[in-house]
């Protein structure tokens, strides 16, 4: 089934230690989103990539940075993790599908839990 | 303008209920209103989405009811379930790729058995 992939589910730092999480499609959708979900919250978008171009929203920490090297793959690098950053890390996709034109429609992988400790 | 209203935050419901989830939006350029579930530990999963050219859109014992006028919409879940015990999110965008959504703030259900 074309899905969503995040790796690792579980992933746990420590503080200022870099970490990167992993995001993976087979929707082959060229926009590629990264959340992130603190408890009992909704999701806040961090930055999101259409096609090549990156796409930064305005109240994201320098500390969060994105890579896509090509349309499956989708990274997120935390340099400097400190406490606050603990959360669930979504990754989600939209775009192009076949017989259906540009959908509005945002897929989302399982997530990532990130624990800094 | 951006904000999606959402109530309750917490519902709890009997088995084979009504549950009832209340969405307003300010912003009238908002055209694609989807609502997700999420149970924890795992991403949010697209239940049901509708657009303001219908005022109703019902998928199995969900449906969804718009109001374009109001500027609201709103979640029914017919015969609930305790399987249906879940986080439901409202949100709102504009048609297009890569417009953000804008997440209502979540509404806690419990079905009791």
């Known amino acids: 089934d074309a899905m969503v992939i995040q790796n690792p589910r579980y992933q746990v730092t420590q503080f200022g230690k870099p970490v990167t999480l992993s995001c993976s499609q087979t929707l082959n959708h060229n926009v590629m989103y990264w959340y992130q979900q603190k408890s009992s919250q909704a999701p806040k978008l961090l930055f999101h990539y259409y096609d090549k171009d990156f796409n930064n929203e305005a109240d994201t920490p320098d500390n969060f940075q994105s890579r896509r090297p090509n349309t499956s793959f989708c990274f997120l690098d935390i340099r400097s993790p400190g406490l606050g950053d603990a959360a669930m890390y979504l990754c989600?996709?939209?775009?192009?599908?076949?017989?259906?034109?540009?959908?509005?429609?945002?897929?989302f992988g399982p997530g990532t839990r990130l624990t800094v400790l | 303008q951006q904000q999606v209203k959402q109530s309750p935050q917490s519902l709890i419901v009997q088995k084979g209920g009504i549950s009832i989830i209340n969405c307003a939006y300010e912003?009238?350029?908002?055209?694609?209103f989807p609502w997700y579930q999420q149970f924890p530990g795992k991403g949010p999963a697209l239940l049901i989405a509708i657009r303001p050219d219908v005022s109703e859109k019902k998928e199995g014992r969900f449906t969804i009811s718009f109001n374009k006028s109001a500027k609201q919409f709103s979640l029914h879940i017919m015969d609930s379930q305790p399987g249906d015990s879940a986080t439901y999110f409202c949100a709102a965008k504009r048609s297009g790729s890569a417009r953000q959504l804008t997440f209502g703030s979540g509404t806690q259900l419990t079905v009791l058995p």
């Open positions: 912003n009238t350029a908002f055209d694609y």
């Open positions: 989600a996709t939209s775009g192009y599908s076949p017989g259906q034109g540009n959908t509005d429609t945002q897929y």
